[in-house]
């Protein structure tokens, strides 16, 4: 059953770039590669912030404590960090020689994210050291994004010509591979489930979320291709930005389109 579109903004979205709070209070997405507008859910104010940089930033995320926001330019290896309360912009990180591609994901106290060299290898970045270290997991194929769940045991992987695949990391070995009912298997991002075991994908302007302990899939359909989504704290929403420009907020349980709150 399609999905209603909504627009909630004027300006074009720089549609790599999504995210949910942890807290739920915000949804965070880049326009135009240079600003990051920032809703908060409870009151509907919205705050535009210029990161006053010559990169691009495509990429986006927030902190563990809802607080910071980190903006990822991942052709040059760049980020910026906004702290929400203090107001302050920050380089959190400049041409890292590692140089980050694609998506990137936060958890206990990591940045991963693909390195931009081939595009098999996980980058892990400490935050609190400012340290890196590369994981070789991937032999083959070209991934277009990754996702870690919450206590960093799991990599659910999006590639290009391939079905997604779920890796464990503590072994470094394929658990599963995610279905797609399309002759047209190109993955453009790939999310965790935060709240339950479950995982939404997507595949051009199609959305799929599939159930790890039940192993049953939902597809759900779009107007147009989908290119990055997050989950709200809770788990029941999912946020999506589209090639035109558009964010779509959506239950996940009946696919109905929300408004943000």
Not at 139 to 162: F, K, L, Q
Request: net charge negative; glycine share 4%.
């Amino acid at each position: 059953q399609p999905l209603k579109v909504e627009k909630y903004d004027v300006y074009a979205v720089d549609s790599k770039g999504v995210a949910y709070s942890p807290n739920g209070k915000y949804l965070a997405y880049v326009s135009n590669g240079k600003y990051v507008r920032i809703i908060n859910n409870i009151t509907k104010e919205e705050i535009v912030v210029e990161l006053f940089s010559k990169n691009d930033y495509h990429t986006i995320l927030f902190s563990n404590n809802s607080e910071i926001i980190y903006c990822f330019d991942t052709s040059k290896g760049s980020c910026i960090s906004y702290d929400i309360m203090k107001k302050e912009i920050e380089i959190f990180f400049d041409n890292n020689v590692d140089a980050l591609n694609c998506n990137v994901e936060l958890f206990t106290g990591y940045i991963a994210a693909l390195s931009r060299e081939n595009r098999k290898s996980i980058v892990l970045y400490n935050l609190a050291h400012g340290e890196s270290k590369v994981l070789n997991l991937f032999e083959n194929g070209y991934t277009n994004s990754i996702s870690v769940n919450n206590d960093g045991t799991m990599c659910a992987v999006a590639s290009t010509r391939v079905n997604p695949v779920v890796i464990d990391l503590l072994k470094g070995e394929k658990m599963l591979s995610l279905p797609i009912y399309e002759d047209w298997k190109i993955c453009n991002y790939i999310k965790f489930n935060p709240a339950y075991n479950s995982i939404a994908y997507a595949v051009s302007d199609r959305l799929y979320t599939y159930d790890l302990n039940t192993q049953k899939s939902l597809v759900y359909s779009l107007d147009n291709d989908i290119q990055s989504i997050d989950f709200s704290s809770d788990g029941t929403k999912l946020a999506a930005s589209d090639s035109h420009g558009n964010i779509i907020c959506i239950d996940i349980n009946n696919g109905e389109n929300l408004e943000i709150n």
